[in-house]
């Protein structure tokens, strides 16, 4: 069945650092792939999307591309704020059923 | 435009006791869901549905019942609590068919069995 794995976290980084989330899947056919954030106290928010291979997402500085030869959507910024900290989740909805698929999340933590 | 609401935020109940928690969305969204959230789990699909009338079982369906008799509400409700059902709940909903296929999620409800 379709799976999504992500590294686990937390991740500490300081403040302009740069930040990489990995993220692989698998799935049959060709998934759709998100980034969702999570900010303490609150529900999910779509970060960024990408619907079919080599497509790249980007919103707020955050970017991921589709790589199906490594059924990769690593989730890049080049410089983190302290606004960042949240937990990460990458997930995946297949093209027959809709359903998504959810990694366990990466908290990310930014110091001042 | 409210997007999708849940209540209660917050619930404390005993085990053996019933509730249900309540979702509306008011996007006309064919598809929503019910995930719960535990830690270092992830969030895991406990029921969906992609219109009125039309539900169907995720991956986590045990101990828990949904319907859909309008596109805007989806209840979950739960019919013998049990500690194993401590969990944060998050309502979602979509239009895949409409070509938006990213989900947008409700606030959450924290549910604590005793």
């Known amino acids: 069945g379709n799976s999504v794995t992500q590294m686990e976290g937390p991740v500490t980084l300081s403040e302009e650092a740069f930040l990489t989330i990995n993220c692989t899947y698998t799935a049959t056919g060709y998934p759709s792939l998100f980034w969702y954030v999570q900010y303490p106290g609150e529900g999910l928010q779509l970060l960024l999307k990408?619907?079919?291979?080599?497509d790249k997402g980007s919103n707020k500085g955050f970017e991921a591309t589709y790589r199906k030869e490594t059924t990769s959507f690593h989730l890049e910024k080049g410089s983190v704020q302290v606004s960042d900290s949240a937990v990460y989740f990458c997930a995946l909805s297949d093209n027959l059923t809709y359903k998504y698929i959810f990694g366990t999340g990466t908290r990310l933590k930014v110091l001042a | 435009n409210a997007g999708v609401t849940q209540t209660p935020k917050f619930q404390v109940l005993k085990t053996g006791q019933s509730m249900t928690l309540q979702c509306a969305q008011d996007?006309?969204?064919?598809?929503m869901s019910w995930y719960r959230q535990d830690p270092g789990m992830g969030l895991r699909l406990i029921h969906y549905s992609v219109g009125a009338g039309i539900t169907d079982q995720g991956e986590v369906p045990n101990g828990y019942n949904v319907s859909r008799s309008t596109t805007e509400d989806f209840p979950l409700r739960l019919l013998s609590a049990a500690p194993s059902q401590t969990s944060v709940y998050f309502c979602?909903?979509?239009?895949?068919?409409?070509?938006?296929?990213?989900?947008?999620f409700g606030p959450g409800t924290r549910l604590t069995v005793t």
């Open positions: 990408a619907t079919k291979a080599d």
């Open positions: 979602a909903s979509s239009s895949p068919t409409g070509g938006k296929r990213e989900q947008y």
């Open positions: 996007m006309n969204h064919e598809y």
